[in-house]
Each structure stands twice: as C-alpha cells, then as structure tokens.
C-alpha cells in the first residue's frame, strides 16, 4: 500500500521560511517523480514544484528563487523549501508521486503565511 505523509506546515509570518517533508513507503521512490502541489478555498489545486527521478527539477514563476525541491532517496523523502514566504503562499501543501502511470497523493500540511 502507497502512503504518502506530508509533515512540516504550520503558521509563520511573512518573510519567513518553512521545511516541508514527505515521506513515501510502498512506492518504486528512487524511480518515481515527485512534486509538491498546493490549494486554496475555492481555486484549483497548482503545482508548486517538481522533482524528477533523475533529479532535475521545475517550479511555478510565482515560486522561482524563493522555494526549493529536493530528495533523499535513501529516506525515500522529498522536501520543500520555502524562504521569503508571501501570505499568498497559503493554502494546503499536497505531495504527489509519479510512478509511470500511477498517481498516488499525501493528505496535505496546512501552511499559513500571515502579513
């Protein structure tokens, strides 16, 4: 069974940092694709950033500079840091991993950016 479990959110005020984590078991890690998505009331979830098996990685403009992914393949773990936080960097922070034609979710970490 794939289980993904997101760790890390909370509240911080704005311009400060936050170090999200999500740790995969029952999945190919290593060989997966990984990204962090991210969603608030009322608007469609939107990738954030991701990090593919090789290691190369891709993130939303709004994000650039500011955040970054990472993996440790020997904690089949992913990571998001996140400096500079705006208040529109709110909202509920998803893990996903890509498996060749599998598409597996954690159940989200609550980030709050206050102004």
């Known amino acids: 069974q794939v289980q993904l479990v997101e760790s890390g959110g909370g509240l911080v005020q704005a311009g400060g940092s936050l170090r999200l984590s999500c740790a995969a078991s029952g999945i190919r890690f290593s060989l997966s694709d990984m990204a962090w998505y991210r969603q608030t009331p009322g608007k469609q979830r939107e990738l954030v950033a991701t990090i593919r098996n090789d290691g190369s990685a891709d993130y939303a403009d709004s994000v650039k500079g500011r955040f970054t992914i990472s993996r440790d393949n020997t904690k089949n773990t992913v990571y998001l840091q996140m400096n500079s936080l705006k208040p529109e960097d709110t909202g509920v922070y998803y893990c996903?991993?890509?498996?060749?034609?599998?598409?597996?979710w954690g159940q989200g970490t609550q980030v709050t950016v206050s102004s």
């Open positions: 996903k991993a890509q498996y060749y034609y599998s598409t597996y």
